[in-house]
């Protein structure tokens, strides 16, 4: 605000009760309607200026969002500005997320931690509840050794194979 405070142009009659009390006269009235006219914007407005992209986003901003923008532009006139912009946000976030998504199942797929590196995503199964009464119970634990707990994929591994027996 550079040192000075933001002003109302709403006026002090902005909150309904005060419009209700005495002090809202005549002279008020007819500004509030004035004040609510101006409000409304012609059919042409908010106006496309072109200069103002380049003002606003730099150059590799205007880049990537150059297809788009020509799609807006193109849907602009036929289906409105409002839902060519909801078309165009749409598509843009609906990319990103199906970018993370594919981000996300290579790392789980492809880059999964390992007992020769500490990166990727460490995923592991919850054991199944098996209940009294359940044709399964006592249901027995795969994990038979103790070398099965927290493996990291060791026991797959092609190195140091006999080094069981230094």
Known sequence: TSG??????????ENERARLGPNFTEKDRQWRIKFLKAQDLHPS?????????????????????Y?????????????GRFHATLVRKTIGNGLILYYFALFGWYQLNYNQTSWEYNKGFFTSASREAVFPGDPRYPWKD???????YYDR????????????KI
């Open 153 to 164: 994929d060791f026991h797959k591994r092609k190195v140091f194979l006999d080094a069981e």
């Open 4 to 13: 000075t405070f933001h002003t109302s142009i709403v006026g002090r009659f």
């Open 142 to 148: 795969p994990k038979t050794e103790s070398w099965q």
């Open 67 to 79: 297809p788009l923008n020509l799609l807006e532009d193109f849907l602009t006139p036929k289906l």
């Open 45 to 65: 407005e908010p106006f496309d200026v072109p200069e103002l992209r380049k003002v606003h986003y730099n150059p590799i901003r205007r880049f990537y969002r």
